[in-house]
């Protein structure tokens, strides 16, 4: 869930860029900057957790596999 929605916040970011009304300055500029790459670094992790799962579950089920062999 996390992960779907900073990849929505990121979209939201790129769409405010395309705006040519859009020019953030001062503090603002840096609190977007900041915005963006946490956005970034949370959309990056989410993907990692999502593909460590998945490698977790498969080695779980091999795991299982070789217990029902062995028996």
Do not use: W
């Amino acid at each position: 869930m996390f992960s779907g929605l900073s990849v929505g916040g990121l979209g939201f970011l790129f769409s405010l860029l395309r705006d040519a009304s859009f020019k953030p300055t001062g503090i603002l500029a840096l609190l977007f900057l900041l915005a963006f790459l946490s956005l970034l670094v949370a959309s990056i992790s989410g993907s990692a957790a999502v593909v460590t799962r998945l490698f977790d579950f498969r080695l779980t089920a091999q795991n299982c596999a070789t217990r029902i062999v062995n028996r």
